[in-house]
């Protein structure tokens, strides 16, 4: 079964520090893709990153990267010099290519506090 | 460009009422995704379309259920009767191509009493 795992419900950090949220998953597919999306208060679900499991190299996108370990099936994403506007919930998604249906994580509540 | 839209926003209902939740698409997305979560669990998957066709239902949990996408542009979900377990966060998303970036509505937050 394809399951994905975030095993932080929340976490808590002060401005400008560095913070890590874990994903793990679990598949038997060869082809996928990874996904962080981000739901602020407001509730509109924004893609953070992301990642083709082809790719060996690590998707980055300004202050938001993630940490790919295909072999372990780890999928964390790293947030730098974090700001106010990153509280949110955050989501690790998983979709292959044999159906379209994102598989979600429970999503980690990630407050920034000044 | 206008973004995934949902009506309505909110919803509240008695348990045995019917309710329609609508959902209107990037334009020229001929994917479009119902999602849903229930308070406190994961988001999970109910359904795919492709144009004006399911392509997969699985994920719909039984059959007062009903999704509908008209000419393949705006799709609506019924759920007719509601129970109490239907109480949750939907979400529509749309896209290009498969394995494209979803982009997701605000959702409707349905509330069965």
């Known amino acids: ?114 | 460009e206008a973004g995934v839209t949902q009506f309505p926003s909110h919803s509240v209902i008695e348990k045995g009422q019917t309710v329609t939740l609508r959902c209107d698409p990037i334009s020229g997305h001929d994917n479009l995704y119902w999602y849903r979560r229930v308070m406190g669990k994961e988001i999970k998957f109910l359904l795919h379309f492709v144009k004006e066709s399911k392509q997969d239902e699985s994920g719909m949990p039984n059959n007062r259920f009903l999704a509908e996408r008209t000419g393949g542009t705006y799709s609506t979900l019924k759920v007719q009767p509601a129970e109490l377990e239907d109480s949750g966060v939907y979400f529509c998303a749309s896209t290009l191509a498969g394995l494209s970036e979803q982009f997701f509505g605000p959702g409707t937050r349905l509330t069965v009493l």
């Open chain 1, 1 to 114: 079964a394809q399951t994905v795992t975030q095993s932080q419900p929340e976490m808590s950090v002060q401005e400008a520090e560095t913070v890590t949220l874990s994903c793990t998953y679990d598949t038997s597919e060869n082809n996928y893709y990874l996904f962080w999306y981000k739901q602020p208060p407001s509730r509109q679900m924004i893609l953070v990153i992301r990642q083709e499991a082809y790719k060996q190299q690590n998707a980055t996108e300004n202050r938001f990267s993630v940490n790919f370990q295909k072999a372990a099936k780890s999928f964390s994403l790293k947030i730098s010099d974090s700001q106010l506007g990153d509280t949110a919930m955050y989501f690790c998604a998983y979709i292959a290519d044999s159906n379209y249906q994102l598989i979600w994580g429970a999503g980690t509540k990630l407050i920034i506090k000044p």
